[in-house]
Antibody
Framework: DVQLVQSGAEVKKAGQSLTISCQGSGYSFTTTWVGWVRQMPGKGLEWMGIIYPDDSDTRYNPSFQGQVAMSADRSINTVYLHWSSLKASDTAIYFC????????????WGQGTLVTVSS | SFELTQPPSASVSPGQTASITCSGDRLERKFVCWYQQKPGQTPVVVIYQDKNRPSGIPERFSGSNSGNTATLTISGTQAMDEADYFCQAWDGNSPVFGGGTKLTVL
């Protein structure tokens, strides 16, 4: 079965760094695009960017460019989302999601990682 | 930039038909999908490529896309369909989400 399993909830202070992860299994992880989606409390879904684990080709939503960094470790089927200096406004649930083979939708999602940043 | 617009809320009586719209410039030229998200849960795709249902999604869910508007239709709506619904299309290599519609089954 296809699964995306994300790392657990995090509680941080503003200014701290953080990396969360998303590990895939049950499919060809390295040759499937994986994206990150933010959902702030009580709000909608926001696209952050997408990464191709095989060569770490990454495309960022301009709104998030420079705010986060995406990376991949193909040897352990894992993608990462990193902040070097968190802000209180980064408080949200972060989902990873797989782009389906046709490229037209996100067919499998991780369970989400809640990041809480206090000021 | 490309944007998708949804009504923030919709309501329907049990057993009736719910329609949720998603508007965008020349949207018919793009494939649209719809996600259902219940409180505290992960989004689940209910329609992809305008009108296709993934396996396991009930037949009461259907979709269409014409002109500038895509529509998600739920026939014979059930209480379990109460959720937030997000449309999504691709702008190049980036997905764009609608703001979401909260469907209430009264």
């Amino acid at each position: 079965d296809v699964q995306l399993v994300q790392s657990g909830a995090e509680v941080k202070k503003a200014g701290q760094s953080l990396t969360i992860s998303c590990q895939g299994s049950g499919y060809s992880f390295t040759t499937t695009w994986v994206g990150w989606v933010r959902q702030m409390p009580g709000k909608g879904l926001e696209w952050m960017g997408i990464i191709y684990p095989d060569d770490s080709d990454t495309r960022y939503n301009p709104s998030f460019q420079g705010q986060v960094a995406m990376s991949a470790d193909r040897s352990i089927n894992t993608v990462y989302l990193h902040w070097s200096s968190l802000k209180a406004s980064d408080t949200a649930i972060y989902f990873c999601a797989r782009r389906d083979a046709s490229g037209s939708y996100l067919d499998y999602w991780g369970q989400g990682t809640l990041v809480t940043v206090s000021s | 930039s490309f944007e998708l617009t949804q009504p923030p809320s919709a309501s329907v009586s049990p057993g009736q038909t719910a329609s949720i719209t998603c508007s965008g410039d020349r949207l018919e030229r793009k494939f649209v999908c719809w996600y259902q998200q219940k409180p505290g849960q992960t989004p689940v795709v209910v329609i992809y490529q305008d009108k296709n249902r993934p396996s396991g999604i009930p037949e009461r869910f259907s979709g269409s896309n014409s002109g500038n508007t895509a529509t998600l239709t739920i026939s014979g709506t059930q209480a379990m369909d109460e959720a937030d619904y997000f449309c999504q299309a691709w702008d190049g290599n980036s997905p764009v989400f609608g703001g979401g519609t909260k469907l209430t089954v009264l």
